[in-house]
């Protein structure tokens, strides 16, 4: 059986590589009708190939209502979800493979060198767009995977099931709609980029804001105030300080980032009239959490390093600066080294190619906090594509990578389902 999925695999490279390009071309941006477009259009292959779909109309209101709901930065007002389900021959362990199918916007067109974001360009090695990469290339080898077992008949002992979910890029709507709506497996592949490599975890990110106090008073006699933006200096530098301590020593996941955990100011505003001394300054920004830390202790560590920095200035001793958590609040997850389908997936890829493999965790967010997390399904992302192209402009992705991790993905199944050779 083995063989022959891999044949199918083969059989079907060229149609594996134009449905990707199909896809690239839907302008899935998150928030977008288009994220939708994509969700009926993959329901519907899928029921052609026989399996049973799930697809339902997301309970906005009632979702974002709920306590441990992860956040959403983008309005919407019409969300689906759909789960393709293929029954096992017995009540054998179940596998989820999970895509999304948002994307994230172009940035500046220019930036692109000439390449349409959403034109799905195809050369000889290569699927340019946006999306590409990120992950519409996992997504494709995934549903490829699903056809290949339904085509087959691949008798696998448990069910396979495919999962497609919107609003990954903006807190992961879709993975907590899917979870929310009962969906479980016995163990979750999510093929996002990570050039074959394994990713059993990804680091936490954490919003927040800091208020900075003046005094405001006539520019001309600014000795009469107080700036928020000098008063905003040495808590820079403590932000600074807090972010070098938190990646002195690195999880053994992560030590291949030069700053697994950043802290980043992204923004700064103050005051509202150039004469005046500003009398508030606010800086937002983003933490990093780490691989087993709650978010609370790394929400205290920066509360903490921004009231120390206060402490030591008689003005903001005075009158202190506040921190504030909003938007994205992003635990971290990290499934247990000794879960089984980490070998499946390592078996799966040394079956199919010598390239040798590396497991870390990420340094971003990802729907795999949820699976991991909420749903109490061992998650690893495993998957095409180099994930720095991603977001940026010219994203792109191999095609050799596609099809390598098509094969793999489908021996994984194939492993994880019982199917002997
Ligand atoms: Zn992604």
Request: aromatic share 6%.
């Amino acid at each position: 059986m083995h063989a022959r999925v891999l044949q199918f695999v083969d059989d079907h490279a060229a149609e594996i590589v134009a449905e990707l390009a199909e896809l690239v071309r839907i302008p899935s941006v998150s928030g977008s009708d288009e994220e939708n477009t994509v969700q009926h259009l993959l329901a519907a292959r899928m029921a052609e190939i026989g399996m049973d779909v799930d697809a339902w109309q997301i309970p906005l209101d009632a979702t974002l209502a709920e306590p441990d709901f992860p956040g959403v930065e983008v309005e919407r007002r019409d969300a689906w979800g759909v789960v393709g389900r293929l029954p096992g021959r017995e009540a054998g362990p179940s596998l989820l493979l999970n895509a999304h199918v948002d994307v994230v916007p172009t940035g500046d067109p220019t930036a692109w060198g000439g390449e349409q974001p959403f034109g799905g360009r195809v050369s000889t090695s290569t699927v340019h767009g946006r999306g590409a990469c990120d992950m519409k290339a996992g997504l494709v080898a995934a549903l490829w995977v699903a056809r290949a077992c339904a085509v087959l008949r691949v008798p696998l002992a448990g069910p396979l099931l495919l999962g497609t979910v919107i609003g990954e890029e903006d807190g992961g709507l879709g993975t907590y709609a899917l979870l929310r709506r009962g969906w479980r497996a016995d163990a979750c592949i999510i093929p996002e980029p990570t050039s074959l490599d394994i990713a059993p975890g990804n680091c936490g990110a954490l919003s927040f804001r800091i208020l900075v106090p003046g005094r405001a008073a006539h520019a001309s006699r600014r000795l009469a105030g107080v700036s928020s933006i000098e008063k905003f200096f040495p808590l820079f530098a403590a932000v600074r300080r807090l972010e070098a301590e938190r990646n002195a020593v690195k999880h053994p996941l992560t030590t291949r980032w030069d700053l697994p955990l950043s802290i980043e100011i992204g923004t700064v505003s103050a005051g509202e009239w150039a004469s005046s001394v500003p009398d508030l300054l606010t800086a937002g920004g983003r933490m990093g959490v780490a691989l087993g830390e709650e978010p609370d202790a790394a929400r205290r560590a920066l509360e903490e390093a921004v009231a120390a920095a206060c402490a030591d200035d008689p003005w903001l001793r005075e009158h202190p600066a506040r921190v504030q958590w909003w938007g994205g609040q992003f635990a971290p997850g990290l499934t247990d080294s000794d879960a089984e389908i980490l070998e499946v997936v390592r078996r799966a890829h040394a079956a199919v190619t010598r390239r040798p493999q590396a497991t870390w965790a990420t340094q971003y967010g990802s729907d795999l906090r949820l699976m991991h997390n909420i749903g109490g399904v061992p998650t690893v992302h495993y998957g095409p594509g180099d994930v720095g192209l991603a977001h940026g402009p010219a994203e792109s992705v191999s095609i050799a990578e596609v099809l390598t991790a098509n094969r793999a993905l489908a021996l994984a199944v194939l492993d994880h389902g019982g199917v002997s050779t």
